[in-house]
C-alpha cells in the first residue's frame, strides 16, 4: 500500500459528509506499463433519474517544509494524472485537495496564481480538523 497523504481520511470523511460515495482508494489507472494511484475516487447521484457525477481526488497536506516544492509535485502529479483519465476514465473530473490555510496563503501568491492560469486545476478547498470541504473551486 502506498503511503497516504497526513490529512487522507479527513478528506475522505468531508467529502462523504457531502454525500459523496466513495469507490477506488486509491483510483488505480495504467497506460501501458505506466500505473498511477489517485488517492480517491468518489461519484454523486445527482437526480433521480440523472448519471452521477464523477471525481478523483488528489489530496495535498502542504504540511512539508517547502511549499514550492510541494506545489511542484502536486502540479506535475495532476497533470499526469489528467491525462490518465482522459483516456482510461474521461468522465471523471479530477480535483487538488488543498488545506484551506494553504489556499489562503500559497494559492494567493502571484506565482501561484500566474501558474493556475497557465495550467488550470480544479481545487477542492478543505479545513482538515473539521473535515470539512469549505470550497470547491473550478
Known amino acids: 500500500m502506498s503511503n497516504r497523504d497526513l490529512f487522507h ?3 475522505k470523511r468531508a ?3 457531502q454525500g459523496w460515495s466513495i469507490t477506488d ?3 488505480i489507472l495504467e ?3 505506466i500505473l498511477v494511484k489517485i488517492d480517491l475516487a468518489a461519484e454523486r447521484l445527482i437526480g433521480a433519474e440523472r448519471d452521477g457525477e464523477k471525481i478523483a481526488v488528489e489530496i ?3 504540511a512539508g517544509d517547502s511549499a514550492i516544492s510541494e506545489f511542484h509535485t502536486a502540479l506535475g502529479q495532476c497533470l499526469d494524472y489528467q491525462i490518465m483519465l482522459e483516456e482510461n476514465e474521461p468522465d471523471r473530473n479530477l480535483y487538488l485537495a488543498v488545506p484551506a490555510d494553504t489556499y489562503q496563503t500559497f494559492f ?3 506565482f501561484a496564481q500566474i501558474v493556475l ?3 488550470p486545476l480544479n481545487l ?3 479545513e482538515p480538523v473539521l473535515e470539512e470541504i469549505l470550497e470547491w473551486r473550478n
Open 117 to 119: 492560469e497557465r495550467y
Open 124 to 126: 477542492l478547498i478543505y
Open 108 to 110: 494567493q501568491t502571484r
Open 9 to 11: 481520511f479527513a478528506v
Open 15 to 17: 467529502l462523504q459528509k
Open 60 to 62: 495535498k497536506s502542504f
Open 31 to 33: 497506460i501501458e506499463e
Open 25 to 27: 482508494d486509491p483510483l
